[in-house]
């Protein structure tokens, strides 16, 4: 147990978090018998809660947040010297630590150049979809309005970018949804929806054809996510990402990369799209940017998006009349700059391969041992293991018994994570998204937790 976590009656918070706190992703009867975890410290890898167990964070936070890990005093520090001398003011005006991590973030990120801050992934998700709505008003006439979104991916909890969510059951009970959000198939070559040589391409050629069938002149932009996340950790077959640049090119529709989990180096590279040799359009990106240190998200667009909102005044409404409260408070870009230097001091990026090259070896071994792991797929510390009740039929687990390997790892202290409650019928892949500065031992932690779990839930 860390020491320098007191544990001295801490029952008085464990019943204000039972009786007061609405917690996420959460069905609250389960309280009523069992009181919710609490946790009270964490350092790197390591959490601890109320009770003083010890666990293994094998999800960065959760929800793949915590890329540089807990308890990191320099991020802290910076934070708190930066709020004395300015906590916030209206992203009308600029700030230092905005103006300088912007600069340092685009220097990441060739053919990019404007940063727009809000604070969330869902946020930074409805800007963007906001600047297609408005530039399909100035540019287009009003046509090249639609937003193309992919099944399985998720853009975030608004009714906005719900309405572009491709797992059914996270948007079911929300709508109606708002109209011009169209779907177009997926990419998982184990899911394969065609029986063809050169998978990936024909994945992006079904987005032709949605193109083609919506209209090429009503479609303003598509968005993706570079890896899939909470939809199974689908990394895009050979081929796919270079032809939906050209098919986006051909037909003037802005490729927008949803970077809110792949980004600041959970693949191993600073942005996940960095792996395919694309340039897009609009990139967005939260979780990872401050590493959950404070709130930030950023919209990032080409000068050329950026232009098309300028105006000599003789359109009144012709800037982007949009504004984040929290998108100006300081703390975000001041934590994301300390967040970026640690990253590069520390050689994260390249950790983040060996260690993710490391876990996926350890993967691809657990396949041999147990039939029930179908496909093991990921890229840098972003993995995952998709479970099956029959390799030949690829059957899926059923959920009920997936979530009983990841709460046997619980019990053994090792906290990893799976799909749920999002796809029906396929919330069966096991998701682990460890932080950067995983070790070896912690990888193989990880992995020995869930090989003893799937012996036991299996048997």
């Known amino acids: 147990m860390n020491k320098s976590v007191n544990h001295n009656d801490l029952s008085h918070v464990v019943a204000a978090d039972r009786a007061r706190v609405w917690h996420h992703l959460s069905q609250h009867k389960q309280y009523e018998t069992a009181d919710p975890r609490v946790f009270v410290e964490g350092k790197g890898m390591r959490l601890w809660d109320t009770n003083g167990r010890e666990y293994l964070d094998g999800v960065s936070g959760g929800v793949w947040t915590v890329n540089v890990g807990y308890g990191r005093e320099s991020i802290a520090n910076a934070i708190r010297d930066q709020l004395v001398k300015l906590n916030y003011y209206a992203g009308a005006a600029g700030n230092v630590p905005a103006a300088l991590f912007a600069e340092q973030l685009i220097g990441k990120m060739p053919g990019m150049s404007r940063v727009y801050y809000s604070n969330s992934g869902s946020e930074a998700n409805e800007k963007a979809y906001k600047m297609v709505r408005q530039i399909a008003a100035r540019h287009h006439g009003g046509r090249k309005w639609k ?240 479970l099956v009740a029959d390799r030949g039929t690829k059957e899926p687990l059923d959920e009920k018994r997936v979530q009983a390997v990841v709460a046997d790892c619980l019990a053994q202290g090792v906290i990893i994570g799976a799909t749920n409650r999002s796809l029906p019928g396929l919330n069966n892949t096991l998701c682990l998204s460890p932080a950067l500065i995983a070790t070896e031992d912690d990888i193989d932690r990880i992995t020995d937790a869930i090989d003893g779990a799937l012996t036991r839930v299996m048997e």
């Open 147 to 386: 937003v193309l979104y992919r099944d399985r991916d998720y853009h975030g909890t608004t009714i906005g970018t719900l309405a572009t969510s491709g797992q059914d059951q996270r948007a079911a009970q929300y709508g109606p949804y708002p109209d011009g959000f169209v779907r177009v198939p997926h990419c998982l070559e184990y899911r394969a929806q065609w029986d063809v040589e050169n998978y990936g391409e024909r994945a992006a050629d079904a987005i032709e054809e949605v193109i083609l069938r919506e209209g090429p002149d009503s479609v303003g932009a598509i968005v993706l996510e570079p890896v899939t996340a909470g939809g199974g950790v689908i990394v895009p077959p050979e081929g796919y990402w270079q032809r939906v640049q050209d098919i986006c090119r051909r037909y003037d529709i802005l490729l927008h990369i949803d970077e809110v989990v792949c980004g600041l180096g959970r693949t191993g590279t600073w942005f996940g799209y960095q792996h395919y040799g694309i340039q897009p359009d609009i990139v967005t990106m939260a979780k990872g940017v401050a590493s959950g240190y404070a709130a930030i998200s950023c919209t990032v667009t080409t000068e050329r998006v950026f232009e098309m909102f300028k105006d000599d005044a003789s359109d009144p409404l012709g800037y982007f009349r949009d504004i984040s409260t929290f998108g100006g408070c300081t703390a975000g870009p001041v934590a994301a700059l300390e967040n970026m230097r640690i990253i590069e001091d520390e050689g994260l990026l390249e950790n983040t391969t060996a260690m993710g090259d490391r876990m996926i070896a350890n993967f691809l071994a657990l396949q041999e041992k147990h039939s029930v792991i179908g496909d093991v797929r990921g890229k840098g510390l972003f993995c995952g293991a998709e």
